[in-house]
């Protein structure tokens, strides 16, 4: 896994707040996180900002494990067969909304209807079964 270049990381942070996407904490530190999780070696190509966010160093682990579902479905990680991670809306927790993040470090902000739709079109059921256990629907702002 390639690390992102400082002028990416500083589009990224900019982008989302300077925020976790997921918690929205001040607490832990914040960290780079690809939406589509490299394994082991990894793609050598440098990434750019609609396939990273930012994320505390707490949820960024447990995104791996028990936040996996609710991970996939606000957007924070992205399955790996996805080949263009642009296309698949992100929730911005701190923001309380959703959007479409461009390669340039920009978020074309949508409605969740939109999103949800997106999403669908990208997951199909699959999207609403992460959504119901993420209780994404009970979610404040995640509606709207
Ligand atoms: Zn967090």
Redesign the pocket.
């Known amino acids: 896994m390639v690390a992102p270049t400082t002028h990416v990381r500083g589009l990224v942070l900019r982008r989302d707040g300077s925020q976790?996407v997921?918690?929205a904490?001040h607490t832990?530190p914040l960290e780079m996180n690809h939406r589509q999780s490299v394994g082991g070696g990894g793609s050598k190509v440098r990434p750019l900002p609609h396939e990273l966010n930012t994320?505390?160093s707490?949820?960024n682990m447990r995104f791996e494990s028990d936040l996996l579902a609710k991970g996939l479905a606000f957007g924070w990680k992205v399955r790996k067969w996805v080949k263009n991670p642009g296309l698949v809306p992100m929730f911005n927790a701190a923001r309380g909304r959703w959007g479409l993040l461009t390669s340039t470090g920009g978020v074309v902000v949508i409605t969740a209807v939109d999103a949800f739709a997106r999403m669908r079109e990208v997951y199909g059921e699959q999207w609403d079964q992460w959504a119901a256990e993420a209780g994404l629907l009970a979610m404040r702002g995640a509606t709207r």
């Open positions: 976790c997921s918690c904490t832990y994320a505390c707490r949820c």
